[in-house]
C-alpha cells in the first residue's frame, strides 16, 4: 500500500505534531490504526450478530470500544460496576457449598 493514499496520509500526521516523521513511523502508525479500526468493526459486527441484528450502529461502536478498549467518550456517564453481594448471600451460598460435599 501507498503510504501518500492511506486514510491517515503523511501530511495529516505532520501537521499534528509539527515534527519530521521518518517513514517507517508513518508507515507503523497506519498499521496501527487499520489494526485498531479492523479490529473495532469486526467485534462490532460480531456483537450486531449476537444481537440479532444486521446493522451496526454507534451504540454498537461505543460500547466495543468502551468495554474492550477501556476509552470513553466525554459526555456519557460512566456506568458503574455491579454491586458486590450482600454477606447474607455469601452466607447462603457457603451453606449450599457446604451441603453439597
Known amino acids: 500500500m501507498n503510504i501518500e493514499h492511506h ?3 503523511p501530511k495529516k500526521l505532520l501537521k499534528l505534531c509539527n515534527k519530521k516523521i521518518d517513514k517507517d513511523v508513518i508507515r507503523n502508525l497506519q498499521l ?3 489494526k485498531f479500526l479492523s479490529d ?3 467485534r462490532s459486527a460480531l456483537l450486531c450478530k449476537h444481537k440479532g ?3 451496526v450502529d454507534n451504540g454498537d461502536i461505543r460500547f466495543i470500544i468502551e468495554k474492550d478498549f477501556d476509552y470513553s467518550f466525554g ?3 460512566i456506568q458503574g460496576s ?3 453481594p450482600t454477606s447474607e448471600h ?4 457457603a451453606e449450599i457449598s457446604r451441603q453439597n460435599k
Request: proline fraction near 0%; charged fraction near 30%; aromatic fraction near 4%.
Open 75 to 77: 459526555g456519557r456517564e
Open 32 to 34: 496501527l490504526t487499520e
Open 82 to 84: 455491579k454491586s458486590l
Open 53 to 55: 441484528k444486521n446493522i
Open 7 to 9: 486514510f491517515l496520509c
Open 40 to 42: 473495532i468493526i469486526h
Open 90 to 93: 455469601l452466607e447462603r451460598m
